[in-house]
């Protein structure tokens, strides 16, 4: 079976109204390399699947998001579908990952964001898991 994870919010902790204002790309990079992991997908998968990872992450940090990955012990592919301008763009964001998803044969995918999992499920024939982040319990506070 071919398992595919977003990365923030689903891999690693992922704050997007902080990445948000972060203008400077020295900062943005200091966050992006200042992740905790939140799940390991190898918890997800039996020794003979293969895990791929697709983050939003614009390419200019392909080298701090890989080396945090390598870090951490995260080794599996990545591909990269964000860019500057549109990286917060969830139908964007969902046709790039569609085409991957249908290219690299994915039948499972983990996506912290609602929206980009409702137009995958409209997209792919993969099951699309949404998974729920720090960021949905915070409505239910007391």
């Known amino acids: 079976?071919?398992?595919?994870?977003?990365?923030?919010?689903?891999?690693?902790?992922?704050?997007?109204?902080?990445?948000?204002?972060?203008?400077?790309?020295?900062n943005r990079r200091m966050f992006y390399i200042d992740r905790e992991v939140i799940?390991?997908?190898?918890?997800?998968?039996?020794?003979?699947?293969?895990?791929?990872?697709?983050?939003?992450?614009?390419?200019?940090?392909?080298?701090?998001?890989e080396e945090w990955l390598k870090e951490h012990g995260?080794?599996?592919?990545?591909?990269?579908?964000?860019?500057?301008?549109?990286?917060?763009?969830?139908r964007h964001s969902a046709m790039?990952?569609?085409?991957?998803?249908?290219?690299?044969n994915i039948e499972v995918f983990f996506d912290d964001n609602k929206e980009v999992v409702e137009i995958l499920r409209e997209m792919t024939d993969?099951?699309?898991i949404y998974v729920k982040t720090h960021l949905d319990f915070e409505k239910w506070k007391y």
């Not at 923030?8 to 972060?22: A, S």
């Not at 790039?96 to 690299?104: G, L, V």
């Open 39 to 65: 799940v390991d997908p190898s918890a997800f998968a039996a020794d003979d699947d293969k895990i791929i990872i697709i983050c939003d992450r614009p390419t200019i940090y392909r080298d701090v998001t």
């Open 1 to 26: 079976m071919i398992i595919g994870f977003d990365l923030d919010g689903v891999i690693c902790d992922y704050l997007p109204w902080l990445v948000n204002e972060i203008e400077d790309e020295a």
């Open 96 to 104: 790039k990952k569609a085409s991957i998803i249908k290219e690299h």
């Open 126 to 128: 993969a099951k699309i």
């Open 74 to 90: 995260i080794t599996y592919p990545v591909f990269f579908v964000g860019n500057k301008h549109t990286e917060l763009l969830p």
